[in-house]
C-alpha cells in the first residue's frame, strides 16, 4: 500500500528531518511510527499525505507515485487519505454533521449519500446522538472521535494518525484506539505516530523507530 524509497527532507539547509528512508507498508498493516520528539515522525506522515514535499526520494501509495503527480493528481489523492491529528482540527463553527459530511461534499456525492454515509460513520464512533452539535460543545474524547469519523467517512486508502491521543485522558485513550483497531480490523490500512509506550504495549503490532530523521529499528511482534 505503501512504498517509501530513500526519502529525505530538509526544510532547512545542512538539517535533515527525515532522511534516507526506505519502508513498505502493505495492505491492512496496522504500523506504529514511534521516537523522540523531533525524530521525524510528523515530517514522515506530512510527506506521506502529501501536506509537505519531499527534498529526495519517492513516495508510493497504491502503486501511485507520489512524487511524480502534479497538484491536481495529488489533491486526488489526497482526497482517498483519511487524517487524523493530536489537536482533532474540526471546524468549529460547522456541526458534526457538516464536519464529516465535508469530505463527501468534496468528493461530489450525492446528498442522501451523503447523510447515509455520515450518519453510519457516526454510529460507528457512538456519536450519532451529536449529530447536531458543535464541536466546542464536546469533550476532547468526543472530538477525537468526530475527527475519526470524518478520517473514516470516504473508506480511506490509509488512515494516518499523529499522535492522536496526545491531548486525551486513559479513558479515551482507550477508547480512539478501539476506534483505530476496529477499522484495521475492517481492512484499513492504519499509521499511528505515538510516543506513548503504553498503548504500543496494549496493542502490539509493527513499530518503525525513528531516530534524528533515520529509521532505527522495524520490528514486528
Ligand atoms: P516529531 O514528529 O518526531 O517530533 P518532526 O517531524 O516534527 O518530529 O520534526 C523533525 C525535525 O524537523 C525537528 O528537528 C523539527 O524541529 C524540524 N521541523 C519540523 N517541521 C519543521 C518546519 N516546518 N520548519 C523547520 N523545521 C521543522
Ligand atoms: P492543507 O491546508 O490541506 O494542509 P496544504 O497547504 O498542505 O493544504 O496544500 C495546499 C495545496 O497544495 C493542496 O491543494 C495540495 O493538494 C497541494 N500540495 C500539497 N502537497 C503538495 C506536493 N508535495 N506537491 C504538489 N502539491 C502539493
Redesign the pocket.
Known amino acids: 500500500m505503501i512504498q517509501v524509497y530513500n526519502l529525505n527532507k530538509s526544510?532547512?539547509k545542512d538539517s535533515s528531518?527525515v532522511r534516507d528512508l526506505t519502508l513498505k507498508v502493505a495492505k491492512g498493516e496496522f504500523v506504529y511510527i514511534t521516537?523522540p520528539?523531533?525524530?521525524?515522525?510528523?515530517?514522515l506522515l506530512k510527506l506521506l499525505f502529501a501536506a509537505e514535499k519531499p527534498s529526495r526520494g519517492q513516495i508510493l501509495i497504491n502503486g501511485q507515485n507520489l512524487t511524480r503527480m502534479n497538484g491536481k493528481k495529488i489533491a486526488l489523492m489526497r482526497r482517498r487519505l483519511g487524517v487524523v491529528f493530536q489537536d482533532f482540527k474540526l471546524i468549529n463553527s460547522r456541526s458534526v454533521f457538516e464536519n464529516v459530511a465535508f469530505p463527501l461534499e468534496i468528493q461530489g456525492k450525492k446528498r442522501y449519500e451523503v447523510s447515509n454515509k455520515v450518519y453510519q460513520v457516526l454510529k460507528l464512533v457512538g456519536l450519532e446522538h451529536k449529530i447536531k452539535r458543535y464541536p466546542l460543545e464536546l469533550s476532547g474524547g468526543e472530538q477525537q472521535r468526530i475527527a475519526i469519523a470524518r478520517a473514516l467517512v470516504i473508506d480511506p486508502l490509509v488512515l494516518i494518525a499523529d499522535e492522536p491521543t496526545g491531548n486525551l485522558d486513559p479513558d479515551n485513550t482507550r477508547e480512539v484506539m478501539e476506534l483505530f483497531k476496529g477499522a484495521n480490523a475492517r481492512g484499513t490500512t492504519v499509521l499511528l505516530?505515538t510516543h506513548d509506550r503504553d498503548i504500543i504495549r496494549r496493542f502490539p503490532r509493527r513499530v518503525l523507530t525513528?531516530d534524528q530523521g533515520r529509521l532505527v529499528r522495524d520490528l514486528t511482534p
Open positions: 526544510y532547512q528531518a521516537g520528539s523531533g525524530a521525524g515522525k510528523s515530517t505516530a525513528l
